[in-house]
């Protein structure tokens, strides 16, 4: 897959989009994954005991996931050089409708002496923002 | 929250092997699709040794630092009251299967706002020969009594 061409990008432009169908299967599978078993990632007493509106997904899995339309748009998770999220907003995943969560990649910052680009992350569940200064840098050259 | 636990450094974990099946099965959890993730061919010919990790797996081997630090009766953390505040990774290079790394954590700032106090813990990731690889830095929200 080529590299995209860092003259050809302007700030603002929407480099890629996804929406992730989050489960609670999804949640079980990144806890197994991550080695994170927080029991508020998957039982709705333990939630409900702690004072949740429901079981959440892990933040590191939305952080996860959220970089991937990028990943995919660089073409190599080896041009991933720098990310960071702040966790704003928690993702309920209901037991039966899951949760949506969608994610929008625009670039922010272009960096030609560096051959590099900051890619802004628009993260959104339910139509409220989950993740906040959400940054991308990614490795052009 | 202890405030003396400022500039602390904690030993280095126990070296963490990267296995190729845990970077595939990390990656799809992650929901990862990319090749390069999950089949070595392909990683192979884009000039890896071996599949490579998502850029958020490097909190797989934090994790051992944060557990680390949440054990420590001198920190004084309440684990039911740790809230995720943010989280960056910044790379030298990708993780690779195949690579030992090993973490050394230090607290480098707590703060106290109201009720809650703020702790960042920065976890520095090098490989086998010494030579870094990603810093993973956290900031965890300890929420006060109520």
Same mark, same amino acid.
Do not use: C
């Given at each position: 897959?080529?590299?995209?061409?860092?003259?050809?990008?302007?700030?603002?432009?929407?480099?890629? !989009?996804?929406?992730?169908?989050?489960?609670?299967?999804?949640?079980?599978?990144?806890?197994?994954?991550?080695?994170?078993?927080?029991?508020?990632?998957?039982?709705?007493?333990?939630?409900?005991?702690?004072?949740?509106?429901?079981?959440?997904?892990?933040?590191?899995?939305?952080?996860?996931?959220?970089?991937?339309?990028? =990943?995919?748009?660089?073409?190599?998770?080896?041009?991933?050089?720098?990310?960071?999220?702040?966790?704003?907003?928690?993702? =309920?995943?209901?037991? !039966?409708?899951?949760?949506?969560?969608?994610?929008?990649?625009?670039?922010?910052?272009?960096?030609? !002496?560096?051959?590099?680009?900051?890619?802004?992350?628009?993260?959104?569940?339910?139509?409220?923002?989950?993740?906040?200064?959400?940054? =991308?840098?990614?490795?052009?050259? | 929250?202890?405030?003396?636990?400022?500039?602390?450094? @904690?030993?280095?974990?126990?070296?963490?092997?990267?296995?190729?099946?845990?970077?595939?099965?990390? +990656?799809?959890?992650?929901? /990862?699709?990319?090749?390069?993730?999950?089949?070595?061919?392909?990683?192979?010919?884009?000039?890896? +040794?071996?599949?490579?990790?998502?850029?958020? @797996?490097?909190?797989?081997?934090?994790?051992?630092?944060? /557990?680390?630090?949440? +054990?420590?009766?001198?920190?004084?953390?309440?684990?039911?009251?740790?809230?995720?505040?943010?989280?960056?990774?910044?790379?030298?290079?990708?993780?690779?299967?195949?690579?030992?790394?090993?973490?050394?954590?230090?607290?480098?700032?707590?703060?106290?706002?109201?009720?809650?106090?703020?702790?960042?813990?920065?976890?520095?990731?090098?490989?086998?020969?010494?030579?870094?690889?990603?810093?993973?830095?956290?900031?965890?929200?300890?929420?006060?009594?109520?």
């Amino acid at each position: 897959m080529p590299t995209p061409d860092l003259a050809s990008l302007a700030v603002g432009d929407v480099v890629a !989009e996804r929406t992730f169908d989050l489960t609670r299967d999804s949640l079980v599978r990144y806890a197994g994954a991550s080695g994170d078993f927080n029991p508020i990632h998957y039982r709705d007493d333990v939630a409900a005991s702690v004072g949740l509106p429901g079981v959440l997904a892990h933040g590191m899995l939305t952080m996860g996931l959220a970089v991937q339309p990028v =990943v995919d748009w660089v073409g190599d998770p080896a041009r991933v050089v720098d990310y960071q999220v702040r966790f704003t907003r928690p993702v =309920v995943v209901d037991p !039966e409708h899951g949760a949506a969560v969608s994610v929008v990649a625009k670039v922010g910052q272009l960096d030609a !002496e560096a051959s590099a680009a900051r890619i802004d992350l628009t993260v959104t569940y339910d139509g409220a923002t989950v993740l906040g200064k959400a940054q =991308v840098r990614v490795a052009l050259g | 929250m202890n405030p003396e636990l400022q500039g602390r450094v @904690f030993p280095p974990t126990e070296p963490y092997l990267v296995g190729r099946e845990k970077v595939r099965e990390f +990656a799809r959890a992650v929901f /990862a699709t990319n090749p390069i993730n999950l089949d070595p061919e392909a990683a192979r010919a884009a000039g890896h +040794a071996d599949v490579v990790a998502p850029p958020t @797996f490097a909190v797989v081997v934090q994790e051992h630092t944060l /557990a680390q630090l949440l +054990a420590d009766p001198d920190a004084g953390i309440d684990f039911s009251r740790v809230v995720h505040g943010d989280q960056r990774f910044t790379s030298t290079r990708a993780i690779v299967a195949g690579d030992l790394l090993t973490a050394t954590l230090t607290v480098s700032s707590v703060k106290t706002l109201g009720a809650h106090s703020m702790v960042t813990a920065e976890s520095v990731i090098t490989d086998e020969g010494g030579a870094h690889v990603v810093t993973a830095i956290s900031t965890l929200v300890i929420r006060g009594e109520d």
